[in-house]
C-alpha cells in the first residue's frame, strides 16, 4: 500500500516531458498490438479448404440479386454448385450465363413439398459426401412500409419466406450438411441488428439472426460452422426503384380509412420521398456481399458473422450499439410527424 502511494508520488513528481514520454510509449504498445491483431487475423482467415472442386453448395434465391451473382461466382471458382430457383425462367438464364457443372432445381421454400423434392435432388447429387455449404439467401421484403400498414396477409408471407423457410429448409437439408462437416451461411440483413423503417420485415431478419445464433451453439460439436451475412442496402430485385415504390404506395392505399387520419396524407408523401431518397443510395457493388459469403463457404476459419457495405460497417453496426434512446434519436429525427400526433 505504502509502496503504491509512494509510486503514484514519483509519477506526479516527473517532469513534464518524461510524463509525455510515458503516455507515447504507452499509445505505440496499443497501436503495435491492434496491428499485430488484424495481422493475424488477416493471416488467419485467408487459409483456404482444400478440394474446392468436389465440393456442392446449394444455393436458395438464385433467379436474382446476390444469390444469381454468388451462384456465377462459385462456379466460376469450381465449386459444384447446386442453384436453386423460384422460377424457370430464372434457372434457364443462369444456366446459360454458367458453366455445365453448374445445376439448377425449382424450389418454392413456403411450400414443404417443394423442399421435400429439392432436399432428395441434393441427396442423390451429393450422395456419401453430404452437403458442404447451404447458403440460405431466398428473402422477400415485399412492401416497405410501416407495421401499422401492412396488412397481417402481407405480414405472414414475409415471415413464411424469410424466417420459416429458412428454418425449414435448414432442417431438412441438416443431415447432408453434417455429413460433409460443412457449412451453413444464413442471409439476414443489417436490418435485423437494428430495425428500422422495414416493418415487419425486421422481425423476420432478427429471427434469421436468432435461428442462426442457436444452431451454431447446438451444433458445435458436429464440425458444422454457421455464419451470418447482413447486408447494408444493395441494388437488386429487392430494392428495384419502381416496384419498390409501388408497394409503398399499394401498401398506403390498403391502409384502414382511421390509420390514413391517424398519419395523414402529408406524412405519407414525406415517408414516400425518404424511401425513395434511401432506395436510389442504395450500393451496386454486390460483390461486397458474395465475397462475404464466398469467404464463409471455402476459408478454413470464417467468421460468424460479417457485416457487408460501407452503410452498415460504419453507421447501423455502431449504432446498433448506442443506448436505445440515442440510436432512437438518430435513426428517427428526419422522420415526418403523424397528422394527429400528440
Ligand atoms: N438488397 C438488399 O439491400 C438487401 C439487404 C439486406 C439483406 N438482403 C437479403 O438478401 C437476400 C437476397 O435478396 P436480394 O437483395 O438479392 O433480392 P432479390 O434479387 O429479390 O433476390 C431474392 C431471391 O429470392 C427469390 N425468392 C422469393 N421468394 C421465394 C420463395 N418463396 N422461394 C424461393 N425463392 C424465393 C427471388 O425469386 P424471384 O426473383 O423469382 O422473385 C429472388 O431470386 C434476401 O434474404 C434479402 O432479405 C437484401
Known amino acids: 500500500m505504502c509502496k503504491e502511494v509512494l509510486s503514484n508520488l514519483q509519477d506526479w513528481t516527473l517532469p513534464e516531458q518524461a510524463r509525455e514520454g510515458r503516455t507515447l510509449t504507452m499509445w505505440l504498445y496499443l497501436v503495435a498490438f491492434v496491428g499485430l491483431y488484424y495481422l493475424l487475423r488477416w493471416y ?26 454468388l451462384a456465377r461466382q462459385l462456379d466460376a471458382r469450381g465449386l459444384r454448385v447446386l442453384a436453386a430457383c423460384l422460377t424457370e425462367k430464372g434457372a434457364e438464364q443462369l444456366r ?30 451429393v450422395g456419401d459426401r453430404g452437403l458442404w455449404g447451404l447458403v440460405n439467401n431466398a428473402g422477400i421484403i415485399k412492401r416497405v412500409s410501416l407495421c401499422e400498414w401492412l396488412s397481417i396477409d402481407d405480414s405472414m408471407d414475409i ?29 439476414s440483413s443489417i436490418l435485423g441488428r437494428i430495425a428500422s423503417f422495414a416493418g415487419v420485415y425486421c422481425v423476420s431478419k432478427f429471427g434469421v439472426e436468432a435461428f442462426s445464433d442457436i444452431l451454431r451453439r ?11 451475412v447482413e447486408p447494408g442496402y444493395f441494388r437488386t430485385g429487392m430494392t428495384n426503384l419502381t416496384q419498390s415504390l409501388e408497394g409503398v404506395k399499394q401498401s398506403w392505399e390498403k391502409a384502414p380509412k382511421h390509420i390514413k387520419e391517424t398519419y395523414g396524407q402529408q406524412y405519407f408523401d414525406a415517408f414516400y420521398n425518404i424511401v425513395k431518397e434511401g432506395l ?32 452498415a460497417k460504419f453507421f447501423f453496426i455502431p449504432l446498433s450499439y448506442l443506448p436505445t434512446s ?17
Open 326 to 342: 440515442l440510436a432512437d434519436y438518430i435513426l428517427t429525427r428526419s422522420w415526418p410527424k403523424p397528422a394527429q400526433a400528440v
Open 44 to 69: 488467419r482467415e485467408r487459409q483456404v479448404v482444400s478440394h474446392l472442386r468436389d465440393k456442392f453448395v446449394f444455393i436458395t434465391g438464385c433467379d436474382s440479386g446476390f444469390g444469381n451473382l
Open 96 to 125: 446459360r450465363q454458367t458453366s455445365d457443372r453448374l445445376e439448377t432445381v425449382n424450389l418454392d421454400i413456403t411450400k414443404t413439398e417443394s423442399i421435400a423434392a429439392a432436399t432428395q435432388w441434393v441427396k442423390e447429387h
Open 218 to 228: 447446438e451444433l458445435r460439436h458436429f464440425g458444422v460452422k454457421i455464419s451470418i
Open 280 to 311: 436510389l443510395s442504395c450500393s451496386t457493388n454486390l460483390n461486397l456481399v458474395t465475397d462475404c459469403m464466398e469467404h464463409a463457404l471455402t476459408s478454413v476459419h470464417p467468421r460468424t458473422r460479417y457485416s457487408a457495405g460501407w452503410d
Open 159 to 187: 415471415l413464411k419466406v424469410n424466417l420459416i423457410g429458412v428454418i425449414q429448409v435448414t432442417l431438412s437439408m441438416l443431415p447432408l450438411v453434417r455429413r460433409a462437416r460443412g457449412r451453413i451461411v444464413n442471409v
